[in-house]
């Protein structure tokens, strides 16, 4: 069992930036492929970014390619979603999950995920 634990939400104007964090323990953190994930109201969870256990294999969804760092401290048993140039579309509840394989990029894919944190775009 992996257990993770997402902060760093709130709200923020539009161009800012917020780093969000995910903690996890129970196991090898740095056995697992990381991912960051995103649900909006009203709409299906998407992906966003996920990195691969050594860091060494990133990926983004183009809505945040650019924009968007995903980085990871094995020693920390923390991963990380630097978020820059925040958009109002960007609001969302973000979670992380982790698997035991590949990095991937689709939800299905993940055994483990956090609870949650929202963050919130203002216009």
């Known amino acids: 069992q992996v257990q993770l634990v997402e902060s760093g939400g709130g709200l923020v104007q539009a161009g800012g930036s917020l780093r969000l964090s995910c903690a996890a323990s129970g196991r090898t953190f740095s056995n697992y492929a990381m991912g960051w994930f995103r649900q909006a109201p009203g709409k299906e969870r998407e992906f966003v970014a996920a990195i691969s256990w050594s860091g060494g294999r990133i990926d983004y969804s183009d809505s945040v390619k650019g924009r968007f760092t995903i980085s990871r401290d094995n020693a920390k048993n923390t991963v990380y979603l630097q978020m820059n140039s925040l958009k109002p579309e960007d609001t969302a509840v973000y979670y992380c999950?982790?698997?035991?394989?590949?990095?991937?990029?689709?939800?299905?894919?993940?055994?483990?995920w956090g609870q949650g944190t929202q963050v919130t775009v203002s216009s």
């Open positions: 999950a982790a698997r035991t394989k590949a990095i991937a990029t689709k939800e299905y894919e993940y055994d483990y």
